[in-house]
T-cell receptor, first 116, second 117 residues
Framework: DARVTQTPRHKVTEMGQEVTMRCQPI?????VFWYRQTMMQGLELLAY????????DSGMPKDRFSAEMPDATLATLKIQPSEPRDSAVYFC??????????????FGAGTRLSVL | AQKVTQAQTEISVVEKEDVTLDCVYE???????LFWYKQPPSGELVFLIR??????QNEISGRYSWNFQKSTSSFNFTITASQVVDSAVYFC??????????????FGTGTLLAVQP
């Protein structure tokens, strides 16, 4: 059963520390998304890749967040320096865009981040 | 502007009751896609269904059914004979057709369904 794999599942860190979250998309998928879930804002898109190229990162605070896809099997979301307001669950999703059919996004289990 | 409204924050039912989760959406596009996802207590988001704007046929999958009505911009989800395992947060989401450049999902705020034994 193909799944999106996210690591770590939980991360507790102190303010100012660097945090790196990793995502392994489903093999063969060509799109990767990063979402953040908080009680206040709900689920919001942070960044989006297609064929490893960033297409939309307008939802991401540029000064401290960065998203990359070093290869087709790995996407990373980095926060440096982290702040308490970054505490949230971060989800990675992947999908296969085959026109004209719209892709379905399959989500990983999320990384629960707590910044103290 | 795109928007998804799930007015029901929490619903509590007793096992075997039927329950309907409401979803109302706003979009200026004529081509769009609607989704439902389930988030059980374990936290992952599980895809349930995708519908495109040209297909208004209702869909049934086991105890789940979906009622899509463009006239009222609604895409409601009904669980028949609910079970404790249905307890979860359910999200409705919208994705617009934009030439395929972005498949961004706009999520509603979710409905927490608690099914009591």
């Amino acid at each position: 059963d193909a799944r999106v794999t996210q690591t770590p599942r939980h991360k507790v860190t102190e303010m100012g520390q660097e945090v790196t979250m990793r995502c392994q998309p489903i093999l063969g998928h060509n799109t990767v998304f990063w979402y953040r879930q908080t009680m206040m804002q709900g689920l919001e898109l942070l960044a989006y890749f297609r064929n490893r190229a960033p297409l939309d990162d307008s939802g991401m605070p540029k000064d401290r967040f960065s998203a990359e896809m070093p290869d087709a099997t790995l996407a990373t979301l980095k926060i440096q320096p982290s702040e308490p307001r970054d505490s949230a669950v971060y989800f990675c999703a992947s999908g296969l865009v085959v026109r004209p059919t719209k892709n379905i996004q399959y989500f990983g289990a999320g990384t629960r981040l707590s910044v103290l | 502007a795109q928007k998804v409204t799930q007015a029901q924050t929490e619903i509590s039912v007793v096992e075997k009751e039927d329950v309907t989760l409401d979803c109302v959406y706003e979009t200026r596009d004529t081509t769009y896609y609607l989704f439902w996802y389930k988030q059980p207590p374990s936290g992952e988001l599980v895809f349930l269904i995708r519908r495109n704007s040209f297909d208004e046929q209702n869909e049934i999958s086991g105890r789940y059914s979906w009622n899509f009505q463009k006239s009222t911009s609604s895409f409601n989800f009904t669980i028949t004979a609910s079970q404790v395992v249905d307890s979860a947060v359910y999200f409705c989401a919208l994705s617009e057709e934009d030439g395929g450049a972005t498949n961004k999902l706009i999520f509603g705020t979710g409905t927490l369904l608690a099914v009591q034994p």
